[in-house]
């Protein structure tokens, strides 16, 4: 039993029924061949009620039908008491072969309180219902062709095994029933604390988006607005003061742009994701950011190497973020200097790195430790966890020769056809100068 017990708990449900089945053919079969060769004289029996070998086809097809009967209960319930009763029928001493039918009713009655097990009894009325059926029909078979008498041999016996048959499964079925309602009952308040969770999250988002709104929004709507009204009235502004307004007026257009689609989708707490009021950035847009950057006086160089092709949005969109940041935070921080993107498009990976050559702290806010250097400031943060979210890595440090160096290695992930490649645009196609080794310079 320790066996068969450890097979189901372990999943093996078939080798346990088939291990169970052999176990109770050997006893039942063998059983009832001592019992038509008994070895005491006192309990010979007539030859006509000792059974010839064919007969015990009977009691194995009896033993043989418990096989199914995790599967078929009932059905396996009627094959079992069926060949016991015309076993019986014909005379042959069935206190072995006793068992079959009674195993099978303790599988029935296990079934009480599951409603919807296949094959099974569904209910204690049906249950006890069926032990009544059982016995009844044995017991009358028994008490008319048993070879020892109506009232001897394995008569009384009966009753004891259909009772024990039907409260044993009964138990069984009660304390099935009380596992199932322990585990209904952990589901549903995992389901309450995941939609509590859920519902948390959702009003979380709610509170940012408002807050984005009516301070971020606000405050970059008056710097836009101011800057246009300046340029708008102001005729003879130099050409540099002229220049920087314009880049602050179109650097605030495109982050309220940006925060708008942040903004959305914030606000789609429990529907679907809708249109982007614009488009998400990619490589594509890698030229025009870097237009901005120059624009607002810092030099910058581009390498891209490799096959030039459109990847994932995801990595479009991390390498895209990358390259924003870094040259941000040499714009912020790095004082007089210059800087360097590298692109490069392998075989498995995208490799994205930008350079410095400032003298301040550097393009990350970062600690003194440059082997180990995972930066404090939020920017640092959050492109790593951009290179992460795309199962890639980033690294940020000081410069051999000065400066500060970011680099990120992005696996490329689910490439899209290259017919569908933005990003070659009229100008800084690096891939029509060179298809291994394109360099756009500032």
Known sequence: MLVYATLQRRRFPLLADLMYTVVLLGLTVIGSVAESHPNRASDHIRASAVAPWPAYFLVAAGSIALFWRHRAPVATLAVALGSTLVYTAFGYENGASLLNPMCALYTVCATARQPNAPGGIGSVRRATAAAGITFATLAAMTAARDPFGALNGSFYILPGEAAAALFAGLAVANQRAYIDAIQQRAEDAERSREEEARSRVDAERL???????????????????????????????????ATSLGTIRDASKNGLRELRAILAVL??????????????????GLPALLDTVRSSGLPVSVEISGERRRLSAAVELAAYRI???SLTNTLRHAGPARAMVRIGYGGEALDVQVTDDGAGPGAGEADNDSTHNHGSGHGLIGMRERALATGGTLLAQRGPN??????????LGDRL?????????????????APENNKEHA
């Open 207 to 241: 509170r940012i988006a408002r807050e984005l709104h009516d301070v971020v929004a606000h405050t970059m709507s008056t710097i836009n607005l101011q800057a246009g009204v300046a340029l708008h009235v102001s005729r003879d502004l130099p050409e540099p003061v």
């Open 402 to 411: 000065g400066g500060f160096v970011v680099k990120a290695r992005l696996p």
């Open 323 to 325: 390259v924003q940041e």
């Open 267 to 284: 606000r789609q707490a429990d529907e679907d994701a809708a249109e982007p009021t614009a488009p998400t950035p990619d490589l594509a």
């Open 417 to 433: 056809p290259a017919d569908d490649d933005p990003s070659r645009d009229e100008t800084g196609d690096a891939s029509e100068s």
